[in-house]
């Protein structure tokens, strides 16, 4: 049932697997069910091949990395990542750690491929390989997040917009929001390839869920319960592959023209906000609503709606904005960046987290 005004799930209710059904509830339920769990999936190396998307990435990465294995040039690893140490997720960059997303490339295939030496590569190389970077982390909200999310947005929301999710992952977010509300389409923008697949995959075992569950109903019934507590026409269910798209694409190529709501879960973005909001800003429809997590946007493009603190309708604080502003009135926006670290401490954190990348790789 819905939420109250200003109060909120804080776990996720414990829920029997559904094994009978008697009803569309119940198949709502089960395929809510089977979208759980995305963030524990494995993570699939990027592809290092000529005319690959990310070759310039793999190639910044592997020269980070070849000076965080040699120990002899660990200096020289400190002192280029120094100057871009305020985008950085974390201390020591995901992508050159074991669990990040780079290749295996040889020796001779990186010459092959034109790969340079650390020394070659530029400072704003290696700042946007860090934002990069960044973007590549995966994280998911909890059911009972998402749930106090739609409960906040359901009453701002045109009955016939379209959602988007920038960076949807394995697209539980944009299958949760088709189940969940009345949007008319759902779309979710993924640039990783892997993803991509994987989210095309869960929709294929989603719709497989639904198909047999409606096929062992007693009867279909004309409606069914969304969580929010009102009814929608069967064909929310029966019509569920119509209403949602996964696009492989880069979130600054998306047309939103058509958007009434664009989520971006955003924690990992912080460098990227300021371009974000500025093609959001330029992108979508005056009176559209975008949320982002951790992260504002600080453009005059957008309206403040709602700010939701941490440990309330999530884990991280959520923001919700309205489109407003005519574009040519638009000036630029403010950048994201957290406030640079102070260099000793800094370096006195990156020897602890080399020194356990040593003790875990040895």
Not at 154 to 169: E, V
Not at 190 to 210: I, K, N, P, S
Not at 330 to 347: D, K, N, S, V
Request: some cysteine.
């Amino acid at each position: 049932m819905s939420q109250q005004a200003d109060t909120y799930r804080s776990s996720d209710s414990e829920r029997a697997p559904v094994t009978q059904f008697r009803d569309t509830g119940d198949v709502l339920e089960a395929m809510l069910q089977q979208l759980q769990g995305g963030e524990l999936h494995q993570r699939l190396a990027l592809e290092a091949r000529p005319g690959s998307p990310f070759l310039r990435f793999i190639e910044i990465g592997h020269a980070l990395r070849g000076s965080l294995v040699d120990k002899a040039r660990r200096a020289e690893l400190l002192e280029r990542l120094w100057p871009c140490a305020d985008a950085i997720i974390g201390t020591l960059p995901a992508g050159i750690q074991p669990q990040g997303l780079l290749p295996d490339v040889s020796k001779a295939d990186q010459r092959a491929l034109g790969f340079r030496p650390l020394a070659q590569i530029s400072d704003d190389e290696i700042r946007a390989w860090v934002m990069q970077d960044g973007s590549m982390i995966y994280g998911e909200l909890k059911r009972y997040e998402l749930d106090n999310y739609f409960d906040a947005v359901a009453p701002l929301l045109r009955r016939d917009g379209a959602m988007y999710d920038l960076g949807s992952g394995l697209g539980k977010v944009v299958m949760s929001a088709a189940l969940s509300l009345p949007f008319t389409r759902c779309v979710g923008i993924e640039l990783l390839g892997y993803r991509h697949r994987m989210a095309q995959q869960r929709l294929d075992q989603l719709l497989t869920l639904r198909d047999q569950a409606v096929k062992s109903l007693p009867a279909l019934g004309t409606s069914v319960l969304l969580p929010n507590g009102k009814h929608a026409p069967v064909d929310h269910l029966l019509k569920l592959q119509q209403r949602i798209a996964l696009i492989e694409q880069d979130m600054f190529e998306t047309d939103l023209s058509d958007a009434s709501l664009v989520f971006i879960y955003s924690t990992c973005f912080g460098p990227l906000m300021a371009p974000l909001a500025d093609h959001l800003a330029r992108s979508l429809p005056e009176h559209a609503l975008v949320s982002t997590t951790t992260y504002a946007l600080r453009h005059p493009g957008f309206r403040l709606v709602r700010e939701f603190p941490p440990n309330t309708l999530a884990w991280t604080v959520v923001y919700l904005y309205e489109r407003v502003g005519a574009l040519e009135d638009l000036g630029p926006g403010e950048p994201a960046y957290r406030f640079p670290p102070e260099r000793q401490a800094w370096e006195a954190r990156m020897q602890e987290a080399i020194a356990q990348f040593d003790l875990n790789n040895n």
